[in-house]
């Protein structure tokens, strides 16, 4: 069985018993966080989609941790005219164990 919910303006694929990367929520470790806007649930034999959203169908997860993912570098030059910027970003994250579908 999976779903497919909409979090943190993005749309992710889970399924119970698997651990998520996620755009960084705002909750602690150990925190239980629950997703209400499932667009899609499927199981074996029947699988239902939201016209946007399914009612009545929820995710619930468990934050495992906060985090910041590896160092991208940003670098930006005009050729010939001596202009050179380089920057560093680190996008945060929230990794999150999947639980239970109920719906």
Avoid: W
Wanted: net charge positive; charged share 30%; with cysteine.
């Amino acid at each position: 069985m999976f779903a497919i919910i909409d979090a943190c303006g993005k749309q992710y694929k889970v399924s119970e018993g698997e651990a998520v990367y996620m755009e960084k929520l705002e909750a602690e470790e150990g925190a239980s966080v629950t997703f209400d806007k499932v667009l899609l649930i499927a199981d074996g034999e029947a699988t239902r989609v939201g016209a946007p959203t399914l009612s009545g169908v929820t995710v619930t997860g468990s934050v495992v941790k906060n985090g910041k993912g590896k160092k991208i570098n940003v670098f930006k030059y005009n050729a010939k005219k001596n202009y050179r910027r380089r920057q560093g970003h680190r996008q945060p994250y929230t990794k999150v164990m999947i639980e239970k579908i109920v719906g």
